[in-house]
């Protein structure tokens, strides 16, 4: 009987956590905890605590269902906004494209500069903003596994002219990287640490997820390729797209990298958004 009234009690618990402070990183919390009770020998039930895993799966599964949801109402609203506020100026100015289109040479088709930028800025620019919030939220809402964080070491870089700068509005790609950190347990460490006195953490990889939902030529995927920085242990990464994307440069540890997708390497440019994940060799102890 004490028993069952110290499983209510839990369940008790449970619940409101569930019900009260659902969020991602609560939920990835009780997630993470519950998981190693039931790994461990310390669960006094077992049945009930696989019941309390299941359930915490399946709510993190309906958050982030519903985290998706709304920022996609307030993706077609402000696209309703827009498309109203676009319809209303066209009546009111007798109809009309947006900005100035005129043909040039060799075919080549050439947009007016100053209503092009003034789209840009106005009505499109504040749903390109929502749109790309929605996609970095979405990827957020994804959690964190375990020793994982977020990653924001960009390479501040100043403003440059593109071949295509005069056609479109350049902008920076909006992003949702993770670093994995953790410990390396190699032949020196293990003889010279322990669990109790653990080694200092180093970076294990990383997840870099860039989105470029409105990509000019959807012919030529995106590129990355490595960089020197000024320190050896350093790299720099650098993505390049294409119009209207600036490039976009982060600084990482340099190690060599796993290409395995056993070991987690990915490389893929999939809706408008490109994933390279990977993780590094692990080193090896020379004496």
């Given at each position: 009987e004490s028993d069952a009234v110290a499983l209510d009690a839990v369940r008790g618990s449970m619940e409101k956590v569930l019900e009260e402070?659902?969020?991602?990183?609560?939920?990835?919390?009780?997630?993470?905890?519950?998981?190693?009770?039931?790994?461990?020998?310390?669960?006094?039930?077992?049945?009930?605590?696989?019941?309390?895993?299941?359930?915490?799966?399946?709510?993190?599964?309906?958050?982030?269902?519903?985290?998706?949801?709304?920022?996609?109402?307030?993706?077609?609203q402000a696209l309703r906004s827009h498309h109203e506020s676009n319809s209303s100026n066209n009546n009111n100015n007798g109809g009309g494209n947006i900005g100035d289109v005129s043909h040039g040479g060799e075919g080549r088709v050439v947009i007016n500069e100053a209503a092009g930028r003034a789209d840009e800025n106005g009505g499109g620019e504040r749903v390109n903003q929502v749109r790309d919030a929605a996609l970095v939220a979405d990827e957020k809402a994804k959690g964190f596994e375990a020793g994982e964080e977020e990653f924001k070491a960009e390479v501040v870089e100043p403003r440059r002219q593109y071949a295509w700068s005069n056609l479109y509005a350049a902008r920076k790609p909006r992003y949702f990287n993770r670093v994995h950190i953790g410990y390396d347990w190699n032949k020196y460490n293990q003889t010279h640490y322990d669990k109790d006195n653990p080694p200092p953490k180093t970076v294990k990889g990383y997840k870099f997820n860039v989105f470029y939902p409105e990509l000019v030529d959807r012919t030529h995927t995106p590129t990355f390729r490595l960089e020197k920085a000024d320190h050896p242990d350093v790299c720099v990464l650098r993505f390049i797209a294409g119009a209207p994307y600036e490039e976009l440069a982060f600084r990482i540890v340099k190690r060599p990298w796993e290409h395995s997708h056993k070991r987690g390497f990915r490389c893929s440019f999939e809706r408008g958004v490109l994933h390279l994940w990977f993780n590094f060799q692990r080193s090896r102890y020379r004496r």
């Open positions: 402070e659902r969020s991602a990183e609560k939920l990835l919390e009780l997630q993470r905890m519950v998981d190693s009770v039931v790994a461990s020998e310390i669960a006094a039930n077992h049945v009930f605590w696989k019941h309390v895993a299941k359930r915490v799966r399946i709510e993190k599964a309906k958050f982030h269902v519903e985290q998706v949801h709304s920022t996609a109402l307030r993706v077609r």
